[in-house]
């Protein structure tokens, strides 16, 4: 894995040499085609100027992972989410057969609740005895602990931190998550230290964010709401290098 990721959905459609694309997030069912999501990130997405965030509430779209085949996964990393045990179950033994680089549990739900939490260590513990040390977790920027300490016990120790902060209108990201991802990756990596991998995400859009993640303890940083912007793609490359 690459020290700059692309994260989901973004690295559906971009791949640069020397960077890791993240491709998902995908569920069990059907959730969209192509001019569906088109259409939900039209009618969703907006970007706040003054306080340099980006809003949208997309919904997962997406084909459904069915719709995949081991050359679509090989060399990336395979993000996904079930809406319940059944689903996580049949996706992870998809995701077994794909072969991808990596696998991304989605468990940043909006709802932290004890269901959700124990719902994510079931997925983390099937995950873990059937993929072994390809297993990612992303998590939300609301109580990361809570999910983290759990899931380490069933032996995931490699983060994406953090998701999308939830709000009324939709999905919080850009400059205004950096600050809740910040202090996620900091505790995580205070708490376990080199026990654990952390790729650090949220605000980046500058050699600047990058450095805060890395003194923060980010082994990898990732890129994402800002690459709504097709301007921004050049950056990749200038990130990329300054990682090395």
């Not at 088109?38 to 509430?57: A, D, E, F, G, P």
């Amino acid at each position: 894995m690459n020290k700059l990721i692309i994260s989901a959905p973004f690295g559906n459609y971009i791949n640069r040499p020397g960077v890791t694309s993240t491709i998902g997030t995908f569920t069990w069912k059907n959730r969209g085609n192509l001019l569906t999501r088109v259409w939900r990130v039209l009618k969703t997405v907006r970007y706040c100027s003054h306080l340099q965030l980006w809003i949208n509430k997309l919904g997962l779209p997406n084909p459904g992972i069915m719709s995949l085949n081991k050359a679509d996964a090989c060399g990336k990393i395979l993000s996904i989410h079930g809406f319940n045990e059944q689903e996580w179950s049949n996706l992870l033994m998809m995701a077994y057969n794909l072969r991808p680089l990596m696998v991304e549990l989605n468990l940043s739900c909006p709802n932290v609740t004890k269901t959700a939490i124990k719902e994510a260590i079931w997925a983390g513990e099937i995950a873990k005895n059937l993929l072994g040390e390809i297993v990612i977790a992303k998590l939300s920027p609301l109580r990361w602990m809570d999910f983290a300490r759990p899931l380490m016990g069933v032996g995931i120790n490699k983060f994406h931190l953090c998701n999308t902060i939830p709000s009324p209108g939709g999905g919080l990201s850009g400059k205004v998550l950096k600050q809740y991802s910040l202090w996620a990756v900091e505790e995580v990596k205070q708490t376990w230290g080199n026990d654990v991998k952390v790729i650090g995400g949220g605000g980046i859009t500058e050699i600047s964010d990058i450095d805060d993640y890395i003194k923060a303890g980010a082994d990898h940083v990732s890129v994402g709401s800002m690459l709504f912007n097709p301007f921004n793609w050049k950056k990749l490359e200038v990130f990329k290098t300054y990682l090395g």
